[in-house]
C-alpha cells in the first residue's frame, strides 16, 4: 500500500465550474440569454472533460502500478480530447442560436481558470496535512 496522497484536482474542477457559473451570471445581466448560455456551454466543454481525465488519471498510484499509471493518463487525455471534440460538434449543430465566439471564450476562460489554480494548489505526494 501506498503512503502518496493523490493531488486535490477536485479544487480546479470545482473552480472551473464556479468560474463558469460566475461568468454565464455576468453574461446573462450584461449580454442577455444567447450570449449566457453560450459561455456557460464553453465552460462546461472545458469543465466536463477534464472532470474525466481526473477521474481517469489519478485512479492508480505507486511504482508497483506504473504501468497501469501511464496507460490512465493515457486513456484520461485521449478521453478528455474526445468528448471536447463531441461536446463542440455537438453545440455547433445542434443549437441553432448559439454565439460561437462567446462559447470558444467561456471554452478558453474556463480552461485558463483550470491552469491557472492547477499551479497555485500546494500539494506535496507525502505531506500528512490535509
Known sequence: MTNFRP????KVIVAQLSATIFIGTLSLLFSGNVVAYSVLLGGLI????????ACQAFKYQGARNADK???S?????L???GITIVLFA???TLI???????LILGFIATH????????????SPTSNKT
Open 7 to 10: 493531488p486535490p484536482v477536485y
Open 46 to 53: 472545458s469543465a466536463l472533460p477534464n472532470s474525466y481525465f
Open 69 to 71: 499509471v501511464v496507460k
Open 73 to 77: 493518463f493515457i486513456r484520461g487525455e
Open 79 to 81: 478521453g478528455k480530447i
Open 90 to 92: 455537438l453545440s455547433f
Open 96 to 102: 441553432t442560436n448559439l454565439n460561437e465566439l462567446a
Open 112 to 123: 485558463f481558470v483550470g491552469v491557472m489554480v492547477s499551479g497555485l494548489i500546494s500539494y
